[in-house]
């Protein structure tokens, strides 16, 4: 299902048919270190990780994480959306871009309209996001599209202390 269309992107529900695209996304070197090891390791992992993220997440929330595909090739190009954590009181801003389609302005483009989504569609007023504080890419991201730096947080006890931004629309 559609959610969203870009000059160059459409956004679209997760479904179990792209366990491949997600097994190859999460294991991309850059995910393991700024996200972390999901345990996926094959195709039916893919599509267990799918069936308790993106798709349990469409159900509690009526938003999660898409896929991003290019315009016209329909060429994954990576994921972007919105979760909502138990950690967290704000719904938060998640996107990760396959290694052959970085610098390309996916990103911005992809998270942009995901935004507009959560304001629109869902109602949101505020909405976080969270990374590695060694994530600078990721970082200059989340500043050029007017999240401000607020606390550190951790997502459970015993996590890896992240930093947290906040946008306001």
């Keep these: 299902m559609k959610v969203a269309d870009t000059e160059r992107l459409t956004l ?24 972390g090891d999901r345990g996926v390791r094959t195709v039916e992992d893919a599509r267990e990780y799918i069936r308790q993220g993106p798709l349990e997440s469409y159900s509690r929330f009526g938003f999660g994480l898409y896929r991003v595909e290019e315009k016209g090739t329909g060429a994954p190009v990576g994921i972007c959306g919105l979760l909502k ?56 991201l989340l500043e050029t599209l007017g999240f401000r730096f607020e606390r550190t947080a951790r997502l459970a006890p015993g996590d890896t202390e992240l930093r947290l931004f906040a946008r306001t629309p």
Excluded at 12 to 33: K, M, Q, S, Y
Excluded at 98 to 122: C, M, Q
């Design 85 to 140: 954590r138990d950690s967290l009181e704000d719904a938060d801003l998640g996107f990760a871009i396959l290694p052959r389609f970085r610098r390309r302005g996916y990103a911005k483009e992809a998270a942009a309209a995901v935004l507009a989504l959560g304001a629109e569609s869902f109602g949101l007023s505020r909405i976080l996001a969270v990374t590695d504080p060694d994530n600078d890419r990721s970082i200059g």
């Design 12 to 35: 679209r529900r997760i479904e179990d048919g792209d366990a491949a695209f997600i097994l190859e996304l999460v294991n991309d070197p850059d995910w393991l270190r700024y996200i």
